[in-house]
């Protein structure tokens, strides 16, 4: 951790980290937020107080940076105080933000289907189009293995999704179709989406850039991440009927709060509502001059 001095300090951070089985990507966030943050006063982490977080905040909203980015360093900066260091009062004092609720940007399936032709690489393709049938996040479709593919019980297995847990989602069948045939095209092995390296799956940032490249050749002006599909995927489930409680487990929820804000995107079941005044028996009249 730059002045951390690459060091016991930051192998114990690490260490009650996996002691807490936090997941690696976590891990990894929560290391780079502290190396930031004794960066920016050039001074080990373990020599600064609470006053210098609170500054560092301020210094980060300053930036513009999101609140989920704010809050993400403060939950670091938290755990790095409160655990590694043993102060805890900086469970209290080192405070998180109220992140503003925005609706997720949810694109209709027309969409959907003009943005997953626009992807060219079959394997990219491939991927996104896994990511919307299963509504999976970007990093569960990189490093999902073809052992996943349960055709029998027409199910996938992710592991180690959010939080590191385990769980099952449906496999489609024409989904199941689309893998066969790039299955017998791309000979995947060890990976059912492999990077340029086959021992190595293929990187978050490489399908993220391909979701922008086809964003542009589609001609949609919403700004499409892989994220964007996990969100259309949900809402659409929400739309045709689904029950909100299983849209929790398919997407891995673990609070049905983070399900339910796509139940206020659904714009289909808004239309389909019955207004009050259609149902009025007596005949409206204006009001006479």
Request: a positive charge; hydrophobic letters at 40%.
């Amino acid at each position: 951790m730059a002045t951390m001095s690459s060091s016991p300090l930051r192998r114990r951070m690490i260490e009650d980290m996996t002691l807490r089985n936090l997941s690696p990507s976590t891990q990894q966030s929560y290391v780079y937020a502290v190396a930031n943050f004794s960066r920016h006063f050039g001074r080990s982490p373990d020599k600064l107080g609470l006053e210098q977080v609170r500054a560092y905040q301020l210094h980060l909203i300053e930036l513009k940076r999101s609140w989920t980015h704010i809050n993400q360093v403060t939950c670091a900066l938290r755990f790095f105080y409160a655990v590694t260091l043993g102060r805890k009062e900086a469970i209290e004092n080192i405070i998180s933000a109220r992140e503003p609720i925005k609706q997720p940007l949810v694109l209709s399936a027309e969409e959907v289907a003009r943005f997953l032709e626009a992807v060219p690489a079959l394997r990219d393709r491939v991927a996104l189009v896994t990511a919307y049938a299963a509504g999976l996040r970007v990093g569960e479709v990189s490093r999902l293995k073809p052992s996943a593919i349960d055709s029998k019980r027409m199910l996938i297995l992710i592991t180690a999704g959010k939080g590191g847990k385990d769980r099952y989602v449906m496999l489609s069948p024409r989904l199941l179709s689309i893998l066969r045939s790039y299955w017998c095209l791309a000979k995947p092995r060890h990976w059912l989406f492999p990077g340029r390296n086959p021992d190595d799956p293929v990187n978050v940032a490489t399908l993220q850039e391909a979701c922008r490249k086809a964003r542009r050749h589609a001609g949609l002006d919403k700004r499409v991440t892989a994220h964007v599909l996990r969100h259309s995927f949900a809402t659409h489930l929400y739309e045709r009927g689904t029950d909100i409680r299983l849209i929790q487990v398919l997407l891995g929820h673990a609070r049905l709060s983070s399900t339910e804000r796509y139940t206020h995107v659904a714009t289909n079941l808004i239309a389909r509502a019955r207004s009050p005044l259609d149902d009025l028996d007596a005949r409206l009249r204006s009001r006479p001059e």
